[in-house]
């Protein structure tokens, strides 16, 4: 029986991986930003969409004080193997809905632009835009990339990503559709909300061509490394027992058959 992987091989006297000898080719040589984005593509970026793809990866590495990290620092005190247990929940939680901005909004933004021609300039964008904004709006559906329970008028991170990608030349449809909608939305929706950062990052991952499936998966990715730095918080200055103690004096008890 036979598993194919076009990924890399292993034997007793070397490791290659994308067709590159792991040792000597790729370790110190390639970062991991970059390492991700070469294994889902299976082609090396260019410097310009490393540059794009890891400022994306800090930018999601914002964590935060959210219910993903409540989780990793709760479930670090009760798991049977303790940090195993804290990185799967946290992981989990963040999976359910924070990550999932950035997946939606690329999403939203693709199956907009697909089949149609592309504007030229604001004006063009800006028409489309309050087409796409009209038609969730009719629709019910959700806009995502609009909004922040904190930065409630600018997301410092959407401008200085934009301003990132435009100077590496990556600047491309998603992203400026994304824009119009900030420009436009208030129109339809009859407020002016801020285009948030997990929106931008969705909307630059999809103009470097990755694939819109597994945006949710980039999110991850950055998102593991404030989920790591949570947990060395825990350790550091332990509340995990406290946010329990919160959480269960809070809690309502529901009969299920109720």
């Known amino acids: 029986m036979k598993f ?14 994308l067709g590159q000898d792991l040792t000597a080719d790729l370790m110190g040589k390639v970062g991991f930003g970059e390492l991700a984005f070469w294994l889902v593509t299976l082609r090396r970026p ?21 219910p993903t990290a409540i989780a990793a620092r709760v479930t670090y005190l009760s798991a049977p193997d303790s940090l195993q247990g804290a990185l799967a929940a946290g992981l989990l939680g963040g999976g359910s809905r924070f990550l999932g901005v950035t997946e939606d909004c690329g999403m939203f933004l693709h199956e907009a632009l697909d089949g149609r021609d592309l504007p030229t300039d604001d004006t063009g964008w800006d028409a489309l835009a309050l087409e796409v904004v009209s038609a969730a709006r009719e629709s ?17 991170r959407t401008p200085v990503l934009i301003g990132i990608a435009r100077e590496e030349g990556l ?14 939305h208030e129109q339809v929706l009859g407020r002016k909300l801020p285009l948030n ?5 969705g909307a630059a991952l999809a103009d470097l061509g990755l694939p819109v499936e597994m945006l949710r998966g980039f999110a991850l990715l950055a998102r593991a490394a404030g989920l790591l730095g949570q947990l060395a918080e825990e350790r550091r200055r332990p509340i995990g027992m406290d946010i329990y103690s919160t959480i269960d004096r809070n809690a309502v008890y529901v009969d299920p058959e109720s």
Not at 53 to 62: G, H, I, R
Request: a negative charge; charged letters at 15%; glycine letters at 12%.
């Open 171 to 184: 600047e491309g449809p998603h992203l400026q559709l994304f824009q119009a909608i900030g420009r436009v």
């Open 4 to 17: 194919p992987t076009s990924l890399g091989t292993s034997t007793a006297d070397e490791i290659r991986l």
């Open 197 to 201: 950062g997990a929106g931008v990052c």
């Open 46 to 66: 260019t410097p310009s969409e490393t540059r794009v793809f890891e400022a994306v990866l800090v930018a999601l590495a914002d964590h935060g004080f959210t």
């Open 140 to 156: 019910g559906k959700y806009l995502p990339g609009l909004g922040h329970p904190v930065h409630k008028v600018l997301d410092p």
